[in-house]
């Protein structure tokens, strides 16, 4: 399968500091990533779609201001979350859509566990 | 109703003996259905894609029901190392985005 990375696989950081991880398909041109967040014993929540050359579209309920996507090229897209909090505290995966028009399917980075003090 | 619903589970099965969950999802224009493995604390990994009625990859199965709307995992000759959460993934309405169930949890024991 296509094989997609993401760093740092874990960040421990101070309330109010911002973190980037970033999502890299290594093997494939990736024109949508995907971010996702899980809390523990949680399903995966999509958060926003990053698109290459355009704006992400937050899901309802995702601050677009907290949570900063950049899709700058097309194997390359980063999520920053803006002053984290606690409560921010999570295991965001990315991912990447492999094929075109319909094929919707995706692979996923190893995920970064940041955890916020 | 959710867009996507799994039996949380979780399942005990004896090594060696077959085991089958289903995984509902609530649009019924979707035509493309992914089974993925999640082990503690990973990120999830594809298992499956189903595309029509269904698809087989070793001791996995996948069966699509369509009027019914569901999808089955079945797994043959359970392994320990197939101790694990299988999340069953659908299209959302519109895009290239997907919903995912909130896993069924599989416990192969000795």
């Known amino acids: 399968g296509a094989v997609v990375s993401q760093h740092p696989s874990r960040v421990i950081c101070k309330s109010g500091t911002s973190v980037k991880i970033e999502c890299r398909s290594l093997?494939?041109?990736?024109?949508?990533m995907f971010w996702y967040r899980q809390f523990p014993k949680q399903s995966l929540m999509l958060m926003a779609t990053?698109?290459?050359?355009?704006?992400?579209?937050?899901e309802q309920g995702v601050e677009k201001d907290k949570f900063l996507i950049n899709h700058a090229s097309l194997t390359l897209s980063t999520l920053t979350v803006t002053s984290a909090h606690p409560e921010d505290s999570s295991f965001y995966i990315c991912?990447?859509?492999?094929?075109?028009?319909?094929?919707?399917?995706?692979?996923f980075g190893p995920g970064t566990r940041l955890t916020v003090l | 109703r959710k867009e996507v619903e799994q039996d949380p589970g979780p399942f005990n099965v004896p090594e060696g003996a077959t085991v089958a969950f289903n995984c509902t999802y609530s649009?019924?224009?979707?035509?493309?259905f992914f089974w993925y493995r999640q082990d503690c604390r990973k990120e999830p990994k594809l298992l499956m894609s189903?595309?029509?009625s269904g698809n087989e990859d070793g001791r996995f199965t996948a069966q699509l029901n369509r009027a019914s709307q569901y999808i089955s995992l079945l797994i043959r000759d359970s392994k320990l190392s197939d101790s694990a959460t299988y999340l069953c993934?659908?299209?959302?309405?519109?895009?290239?985005?997907?919903?995912f169930g909130g896993g069924t949890r599989v416990l192969v024991k000795p």
């Open positions: 991912s990447a859509k492999y094929g075109g028009g319909s094929y919707n399917e995706q692979f």
């Open positions: 093997d494939f041109q990736a024109t949508t």
């Open positions: 990053s698109n290459e050359g355009s704006k992400a579209t937050y």
């Open positions: 649009n019924s224009a979707s035509q493309s």
């Open positions: 189903v595309y029509s």
């Open positions: 993934a659908a299209p959302k309405a519109a895009g290239n985005k997907l919903t």
